[in-house]
């Protein structure tokens, strides 16, 4: 019984925190209206590029990168024109693990129908906490021709889905590219999504630039010491703080439609590790100081240990909610408030 009344009292302490969280976010939305809401027709920025050379030209250099391949910044070199492989175990294909409408995204992403995620096998990240592990590391999954990949888009919006939601993409933006100008020309006419690591060359980022409509990178750490330790990246922080920079400079602050359908913009997560392992005071003091205090940031609580998690004793707990808390005030602290769950109702309405 006294377990009971404990569990019911931190319950009714975090409501009380969430809903002052709310209150403090609020107070900030006041004029934001009309910066952050946008018509429900606005048209993706890749068909401006439709009918012209500029999209074959796009694809054109980021094929040429995969000659010797410097499509992300393990830089490897390989032939991936002739299936050479590197660090990412992919050759001249993508290779899609799944696809479908997903629910699980951010509510702006999800809407009624949901966010048409393609999840691709393989990845430039090695973390040893990997949820999607067999999908990441264990390259579970079917190659796709650029024909292949450009009817599944197309069939993800005939299902109705909001957006085309590409999950870790870095290795494999080349691919994309040839297949998003096959799918425009066959009619695609919905958001590009590029849901990433983090882990992104400023170089590739710049063909993505009025392609892409709503980036969507982690921001893992803030200590390259931890980066290479869990995620085998011994230059993090650096690159992916310049990828955040970039996507920034492109898309701007995260557009949400009267709808609540996230149209354009930048959507940052970052997941909150036990004993503070992901920095987390450090990775939203960035964000607030050199991207905008308007950024719209997914502070994830969903930690638990997974495939090689247990080798680190710190990892081999499940995040406590204290910490969660902690990392939230550390956010608001910092001056961010569009906190995805802590509105409330994910868009900014008043």
């Given at each position: 019984?006294?377990?009971?009344?404990?569990?019911?009292?931190?319950?009714?302490?975090?409501?009380?925190?969430?809903?002052?969280?709310?209150?403090?976010?609020?107070s900030?939305?006041?004029?934001?209206?009309?910066t952050?809401?946008?018509?429900?027709?606005?048209?993706?920025?890749?068909?401006?590029l439709?009918?012209?050379?500029?999209?074959?030209?796009?694809?054109?250099?980021?094929?040429?990168?995969?000659?010797?391949c410097r499509?992300?910044?393990?830089?490897?070199?390989?032939?991936?024109?002739?299936?050479?492989?590197?660090?990412?175990?992919?050759?001249?294909?993508?290779?899609?693990?799944?696809?479908?409408?997903?629910?699980?995204?951010?509510?702006?992403?999800?809407?009624?129908?949901?966010?048409?995620?393609?999840?691709?096998?393989?990845?430039?990240l090695?973390?040893?906490?990997?949820?999607?592990?067999?999908?990441?590391?264990?390259?579970?999954?079917?190659?796709?021709?650029?024909?292949?990949?450009?009817?599944?888009?197309?069939?993800?919006?005939?299902?109705?889905?909001?957006?085309?939601?590409?999950?870790?993409?870095?290795?494999?933006?080349?691919q994309?590219?040839?297949?998003?100008?096959?799918?425009?020309?066959?009619?695609?006419?919905?958001?590009?999504?590029?849901?990433?690591?983090?882990?992104?060359?400023?170089?590739?980022?710049?063909?993505?630039?009025?392609?892409?409509?709503?980036?969507?990178?982690?921001?893992?750490?803030?200590?390259?010491?931890?980066?290479?330790k869990?995620?085998?990246?011994?230059?993090?922080?650096?690159?992916?703080?310049?990828?955040?920079?970039?996507?920034?400079?492109?898309?701007?602050?995260?557009?949400i439609?009267?709808?609540?359908?996230?149209?354009?913009?930048?959507?940052?997560?970052?997941?909150?590790?036990?004993?503070?392992?992901?920095?987390?005071?450090?990775?939203?003091?960035?964000?607030?100081?050199?991207?905008?205090?308007?950024?719209?940031?997914n502070?994830?609580?969903?930690?638990?240990?997974?495939?090689?998690?247990?080798?680190?004793?710190?990892?081999?707990?499940?995040?406590?909610?204290?910490?969660?808390?902690?990392?939230?005030?550390?956010?608001?602290?910092?001056?961010?408030?569009?906190?995805?769950?802590?509105?409330?109702?994910p868009?900014?309405?008043?």
């Amino acid at each position: 019984m006294a377990g009971t009344e404990k569990t019911q009292e931190r319950e009714q302490e975090d409501h009380h925190y969430r809903q002052h969280a709310t209150d403090r976010s609020r107070s900030h939305q006041k004029g934001e209206k009309n910066t952050l809401l946008r018509r429900m027709n606005r048209t993706p920025v890749y068909l401006q590029l439709r009918n012209t050379k500029r999209l074959s030209e796009r694809v054109q250099e980021a094929l040429d990168l995969l000659r010797t391949c410097r499509v992300c910044p393990h830089q490897c070199g390989v032939n991936r024109l002739d299936g050479e492989t590197g660090k990412c175990h992919t050759g001249r294909w993508a290779i899609v693990s799944s696809y479908g409408p997903h629910f699980g995204e951010e509510a702006p992403l999800v809407g009624l129908y949901g966010s048409g995620t393609i999840f691709f096998a393989n990845c430039n990240l090695k973390c040893i906490f990997c949820q999607n592990y067999t999908i990441s590391q264990l390259g579970e999954g079917f190659m796709v021709t650029k024909e292949r990949l450009a009817t599944i888009m197309l069939s993800l919006q005939q299902r109705g889905c909001h957006n085309i939601n590409l999950v870790s993409p870095t290795h494999v933006v080349p691919q994309i590219l040839e297949a998003v100008e096959i799918a425009i020309s066959s009619g695609l006419t919905i958001p590009l999504v590029y849901n990433s690591g983090g882990y992104d060359s400023v170089q590739t980022l710049q063909l993505l630039e009025g392609i892409v409509d709503i980036y969507m990178p982690d921001m893992k750490y803030s200590d390259d010491k931890t980066a290479e330790k869990l995620s085998g990246i011994g230059d993090y922080t650096s690159i992916n703080r310049a990828a955040v920079k970039e996507m920034h400079r492109q898309v701007g602050d995260l557009q949400i439609n009267e709808q609540g359908i996230a149209v354009h913009g930048l959507l940052i997560r970052h997941l909150v590790l036990p004993h503070g392992l992901a920095g987390t005071e450090s990775v939203v003091k960035f964000i607030a100081e050199e991207v905008s205090r308007s950024s719209y940031v997914n502070i994830m609580s969903q930690y638990h240990p997974c495939y090689k998690a247990f080798e680190v004793p710190e990892l081999s707990r499940r995040l406590s909610r204290e910490e969660f808390l902690e990392a939230i005030k550390q956010a608001q602290k910092a001056g961010l408030h569009r906190l995805d769950g802590i509105l409330g109702a994910p868009v900014n309405t008043t």
